[in-house]
Each structure stands twice: as structure tokens, then as C-alpha cells.
């Protein structure tokens, strides 16, 4: 309602498995508002890099780790639907099953190396490192779980 301001945050992913995980948002508006525009802030000094006004049938497209505030709303309600940009990683041939104790090795260190990259943000580099780990033991995500 009048007053309300959602606080500057980064949204987080949704993960369905190792190979299938969101990176983006999509904002559909669903009102026209008095104010309350969602804002693209600078982390370090949230300055307002990009207010984007909220108007009925409106969508708003962003990564995940981008910064981002609800402005505060002068009148009314403002209502959106939220949901996630899904990605899904493709292999070429997944047919190993075997994998050596040192392939294991190495392939739990990428999983772990785009874990840690997916935290930062480096989204790219995580998808790298997923891939590589998958490459080399198709079948990581589902061990990994058990």
C-alpha cells in the first residue's frame, strides 16, 4: 500500500538441478502505480542507475545479481508477477557412466568451482565449470544428492 518500499537486495536463483537453474528474472507488472518503480542501484553507492516505472502488461527483464530497489509508493497497491528465466545445460555425448576415482576427483572441484562462481555473480564462468564437471562425470548431480 501508500508508503511501502521494498528494500535494495539481489534476487536469488532457483536451481532444479545441477544441469537446470535460473540466472534471470522476469517482472510482469500487473497495475499502472503512483511511483514505486523498480530501481537499478550502484552497490557501492546506491545511486539510481535505471528506474523502471510500473505499467500494466510491462516486463522487466534482469540477472539475478543485479541490484535493485521498489521505490516508495505515493497511492494504491502494487501488484507483479515474479518468476524465473530458466536455463538448462546441454551435452554432447552423456553416455559415460564410468568414471575413474581421479576424474571424480577433479570433476567435484569444478562443481565445487562453479558453485563458488554462481555465488559471485559470474554466472558465465559457472555455467564453464558446470559443464566441465558434468563432461567429465554425467552423472555427478544425481551422486552427489544420494
Known amino acids: 500500500g501508500p508508503g511501502g518500499v521494498f528494500g535494495?537486495?539481489?534476487d536469488t536463483y532457483f536451481s532444479r538441478s545441477a544441469r537446470e537453474r535460473s540466472f534471470m528474472t522476469i517482472n510482469i507488472y500487473l497495475n499502472d502505480t503512483d511511483a514505486g518503480c523498480?530501481?537499478?542501484l550502484n552497490p557501492t553507492n546506491?545511486?539510481?542507475i535505471f528506474p523502471c516505472e510500473p505499467k500494466?502488461?510491462?516486463a522487466l527483464v534482469f540477472l539475478h545479481n543485479e541490484y535493485h530497489d521498489g521505490d516508495v509508493l505515493r497511492s494504491g497497491s502494487k501488484y507483479l508477477m515474479r518468476t524465473d528465466l530458466m536455463y538448462?545445460?546441454?551435452l554432447g555425448n552423456e553416455t559415460q557412466s564410468d568414471c575413474s576415482?581421479?576424474?571424480r576427483a577433479?570433476?567435484?572441484q569444478f562443481y565445487a568451482q562453479a558453485e563458488e562462481f554462481e555465488e559471485k555473480g559470474q554466472y558465465n564462468?559457472?555455467?564453464q565449470y558446470y559443464k566441465k564437471a558434468i563432461t567429465m562425470w554425467p552423472t555427478i548431480e544425481q551422486e552427489m544428492s544420494d
Open 8 to 10: 535494495a537486495h539481489r
Open 56 to 58: 500494466i502488461g510491462k
Open 46 to 48: 546506491k545511486e539510481v
Open 106 to 108: 577433479q570433476a567435484k
Open 101 to 103: 576415482n581421479d576424474k
Open 38 to 40: 523498480t530501481r537499478f
Open 125 to 127: 564462468k559457472a555455467v
Open 88 to 90: 538448462q545445460l546441454k
